[in-house]
Structure formats: structure tokens, C-alpha cells
T-cell receptor, first 113, second 114 residues
Framework: DAKTTQPNSMESNEEEPVHLPCNHS???????IHWYRQLPSQGPEYVIH???SNVNNRMASLAIAEDRKSSTLILHRATLRDAAVYYCILRDRDGGGAQKLVFGQGTRLTINP | SAVISQKPSRDICQRGTSLTIQCQVD?????MFWYRQQPGQSLTLIAT?????????ESGFVIDKFPISRPNLTFSTLTVSNLSPEDSSIYLCSVLGLPKNIQYFGAGTRLSVL
């Protein structure tokens, strides 16, 4: 599985934007970039995913570099409920045995009131 | 989306015993997974539960220690056998939802072994 690199922790203030970086220099052409987050005492939940173009949904935006070797998850206006561990994961588009999600260490995001 | 129910939510077990964790999904799914999350760590995939055939285990995990059943497309069990304190972890069930290939997770089973 292609690997991702994320900062261990980040801190931000409530109601401010948060940019969570992820490096994936060995990404292949068929890898989707997925983001999940794990709130305290819960299972992970899906946030967003993309292949080449930037993506937006109600939770966040995903900005993907032109060479696809890095991406940034953007929380436009963080709330205290966004405090979680955020995981950037590569998943092969063609599926098969690579459908499983392989988690790295993620970024622990702290939101200050 | 898929709603996953895991039972029990937590348990305290004695060394040498076994615990069976149940995972029920509200819709039929092709792929189900079992993960372990040790204290303060990220998630590690134990195995993929295949309907009608033996589970596919990841490196470092064996069927004798983590037998898995998958009798139908909505249900699976994970048994953690011959428990030791090192098995104290959160065990999570996950399913792959179509068509967007989003993975959904249960809330987990918190196991403590004394």
C-alpha cells in the first residue's frame, strides 16, 4: 500500500479555518485520496475523497496538488466537535483486494475555544 | 450509508477465556472487515470477512487466535481466543458501502483482559 505522511498533531482555534496536510509522494495513478476522522470514543467516519480534482462536501474541502503528491483537507470553520484524529489514506481505484483501508498514525487536531 | 451495530460495546474478561464480538449491518454488504485499535494507537486491520468462505487474515494475525464467521451478507463475528492482557484493545467492525466505496465503522468493542 502506498504510504502517506501527516503531522502528528495540529492545533487551531474555534471558528477559524484548518488546513490539514498530507504527503503521498509514491501515489499511483489509480489511487484515490481518502480522508477519515475518528472522534473520541467512536469508530472512524468518512470525511471526503478525491482522485485529481478538488472536492467539496458539507463537511470539508479536499485540495489536491497538481502532481498529486500531496493534498490538504480544509475545514472551513472549525468547531469544538471537529477535534479528532484525521487520517489520510490512499485506496486503489481498481479495488479487488486493495479495497481495505490501511490506516497510518493520522493527525490529532485540537480545537481551542 | 450503512448502520453498524456491534455487541458487546465493552467487556472485561479473564485471562485464558474467549470473547465473541458480533457485528450486524442494516443492509447487505459484500465486504466486511475487522480492525484492532490498541491503546493510543491507530487502527490495524485483522482480517477481511468473506461470506461463504474463510476470512483473509493480515500478516501477524492467525485464524486460531481470531476466528471469524460470516454466515450471511449482514452479519459477522470475531472471536478473540485464549485472552491475555495484551489483547486489551478496541475491536472495530467495518463494511464497504457502495457505490462510492466508502467504509463505515461500528462504534467498537472495548475489551479489557485481567
Amino acid at each position: 500500500d502506498a504510504k502517506t505522511t501527516q503531522p502528528n498533531s495540529m492545533e487551531s482555534n474555534e471558528e477559524e479555518p484548518v488546513h490539514l496536510p498530507c504527503n503521498h509522494s509514491t501515489i499511483s495513478g489509480t489511487d484515490y485520496i481518502h480522508w477519515y476522522r475518528q472522534l473520541p470514543s467512536q469508530g472512524p467516519e468518512y470525511v471526503i475523497h478525491g482522485l485529481t480534482s478538488n472536492v467539496n462536501n458539507r463537511m470539508a474541502s479536499l485540495a489536491i496538488a497538481e502532481d498529486r503528491k500531496s493534498s490538504t483537507l480544509i475545514l472551513h470553520r472549525a468547531t469544538l466537535r471537529d477535534a479528532a484524529v484525521y487520517y489520510c489514506i490512499l485506496r486503489d481505484r481498481d479495488g479487488g483486494g486493495a479495497q481495505k483501508l490501511v490506516f497510518g498514525q493520522g493527525t490529532r487536531l485540537t480545537i481551542n475555544p | 450509508s450503512a448502520v453498524i451495530s456491534q455487541k458487546p460495546s465493552r467487556d472485561i474478561c479473564q485471562r485464558g477465556t474467549s470473547l465473541t464480538i458480533q457485528c450486524q449491518v442494516d443492509s447487505q454488504v459484500t465486504m466486511m472487515f475487522w480492525y484492532r485499535q490498541q491503546p493510543g494507537q491507530s487502527l490495524t486491520l485483522i482480517a477481511t470477512a468473506n461470506q461463504g468462505s474463510e476470512a483473509t487474515y493480515e500478516s501477524g494475525f492467525v485464524i486460531d487466535k481470531f476466528p471469524i464467521s460470516r454466515p450471511n451478507l449482514t452479519f459477522s463475528t470475531l472471536t478473540v481466543s485464549n485472552l491475555s492482557p495484551e489483547d486489551s484493545s478496541i475491536y472495530l467492525c467495518s463494511v464497504l458501502g457502495l457505490p462510492k466505496n466508502i467504509q463505515y465503522f461500528g462504534a467498537g468493542t472495548r475489551l479489557s483482559v485481567l
